[in-house]
């Protein structure tokens, strides 16, 4: 697969397609055991066209897309330049300012293809970009890939926080990443 080609959305027309990407890939990164009902009530509360027209809309956010070499959407992040509001976070994350990569999900088929990686650098040059020192993720404790991703991209956990999936309370890995170092290759 040739390398992504990564863009800003900022056109609201363009929700509902990130939307039904996040709805496919959402499930991917939830801990095992995980219902489908839980995930489907997730997404239909977090991951609609209406909240992704929202963080477009929004100057506070970016919302990055990858396209395949046909053009379709395989993956996006969503990154929030805007100091945490959880004070698990806040205590974890100190540096300020600060930018959340509140999503990175990928499509199954395009999996180790580097969307993922172009995705995160992208993410990475819109929070320098915007000001910020560190940027920040909560990633799954028991989803040991994207841990591995991850640290390979240059983060380090630095905390825990909550994060309720299915009236479930999941203890995620805070993970964070001076943006003053230099990327690893």
């Excluded at 609609?48 to 379709?72: C, K, M, Q, S, Y």
């Excluded at 180790?112 to 990686?117: K, L, N, R, V």
């Excluded at 995160?120 to 940027?135: E, F, K, M, Q």
């Excluded at 993720?137 to 994207?146: D, K, Q």
């Amino acid at each position: 697969m040739a390398s992504p080609q990564i863009e800003t959305v900022t056109d609201v027309d363009d929700s509902a397609a990130v939307a039904s990407v996040a709805a496919v890939t959402f499930p991917l990164a939830c801990p095992p055991g995980t219902t489908s009902e839980s995930t489907d009530a997730f997404v239909a509360a977090n991951l609609t066209p209406a909240h992704f027209a929202e963080h477009i809309a929004a100057p506070d956010r970016d919302v990055l897309i990858a396209r395949d070499a046909g053009g379709a959407i395989v993956g996006y992040t969503l990154v929030v330049h805007a100091d945490p509001s959880d004070p698990e976070v806040r205590e974890a994350v100190p540096m300020r300012p600060v930018s959340e990569i509140s999503k990175v999900y990928v499509v199954a088929a395009a999996h180790g293809t580097g969307t993922a990686q172009a995705l995160v650098a992208a993410s990475l040059d819109r929070a320098v970009d915007r000001g910020s020192v560190a940027a920040w993720l909560g990633v799954s404790n028991v989803n040991v890939r994207a841990q591995r991703f991850y640290t390979k991209t240059g983060f380090r956990i630095a905390g825990r926080k909550s994060f309720w999936l299915g009236g479930i309370e999941e203890r995620d890995y805070v993970m964070v990443r001076d943006l003053a170092d230099p990327r690893p290759d």
